[in-house]
């Protein structure tokens, strides 16, 4: 039995060493052994058999060791990690199997920054980094304990709702280890982003990450496919090809961008690829295809067939959203192609009980904007103030442009005068639906009174003056 008491690199290290056969232990062969050593950055004991050889010490028995912090101890060890959050408290047991190339960890119990996990690891010590395998099953894991999320180190710049996050994100620990690691956990973690239970393998080789998932509940819904994450040159490099299939859009979309326009069931396809270091930079470098469908939802903030009834209230100048109204549907889909964080689509379409509704434009990811022109269409009738209103018909552009979370919305009146006979025959449509109102008096009240029109421009219904489109549509844009 031997005390051991010396510095090292500045700190006190005291241990008791128990070899039961010195002689033994010398001639080659197997000794009972225990080891208890305690220092500010380490706390380890063990208690097995220990044998020496030409290659070394090999041991297996029970290991316990915990560290207040696992960057402080790498420093202290001569190993440094670069500054970052995260990687402090951590803690192991297990049934040890040492050799010098080789550390085996059976039925072990690992905690790391206060997320714990069960199962089995395997750490090879001949290669350029660590090589790390594992089986584990992980309680929760919670990933804004190493990107500043969890404790308030986020930046200035990052911490309204309309901007990405602008600091940077630490890749640092894929070039610390080589890893092959099969994973199932409860629950994860990313800001505001909620994921359920979830399995799935996980290999760093060479600072690139390759993440297959096989299981992954994501509100209410599921997901599968595999992430990539290159880290080996001065820029990270990170590519998703995924399916996202039944999932809550509501919850889904506020939680990862605050865009809280849409319900129902939400299916995603996405095959994307960007670079940065930062959250903002990778969504401004994003490229690639995206295709959403969302199936038996609403519209929340607006209701479109309301929008279009109220041209006959003569509401041109726009539309606000608010918080009771919705356009229900029972399809709504979109396919994009991605530029530069620019999500641009000429498919988006709408079908609804009274609505149809075909559109193209715009998703500017970094700026978290829209700009949109819309084609809605009434299919049916709706209730309207003063009884049954028809505007089955009626095609109205519609303009729907700004930040996700507050866009406008109005008439494109401009383009309706790219047509404008077309649009003569729907302000006529409007004048029809009025009751004992004729599409003169509505033109009064568009115009701000009696418009001259020059001759053979045609006749309107009901006997009324003849209308000049082109005309009309430049008085009606001044207006407007």
Known sequence: KTDVSLAWNGSLVTGKFTLNSPKSFLAGESSQ?????????????????????KTGVSAEGDLNVNTPSLRNLATWSGSPIQKGPGLKDFSVTGRLQATPSRVTLNEATISLDGMKSEGNLVVNLTGKRLGLQATLAVNSINLDTYNGGGNGKSSKKSSRSDRWDTASIDFSPLGAVDADLRLSTGSITYQKIKIGKSALTLSVKDKVLMANLTELQLYKGTAKGQVIVNASGKVPVLSAKTKVSNIQALPFLRDVSGFDWIEGLNTIDLDVSSAGMSQQQLVQSMRGKAAFTFANGAVRGINIAQMVRSLKNLKLSGWSRSD????????????????????TTKDLAMIGPFVRLSGQGTVNLPAKALDFRLNPKLVGSIEGQGGATD???????????????????YPDLKGLLKNPENAVKSIESIGKSLKNTKPKDVLKNLLGGNQEQPAGAGTTNNGDQPLNPGSLLQNLLKKN
């Open 33 to 53: 052994v225990s080891v208890d050593i305690k220092s500010d950055y380490l706390v380890a004991k063990f208690v097995g058999q220990m044998a020496t050889a």
């Open 391 to 409: 505007l089955a018909g009626l095609d109205v552009p519609v303009v729907v442009k700004g930040p996700w979370s507050k866009p406008s919305i």
């Open 324 to 343: 009771t109204a919705k356009t229900d549907f029972s399809k709504l889909g979109a396919t994009f192609t991605i530029n530069k964080g620019q999500a």
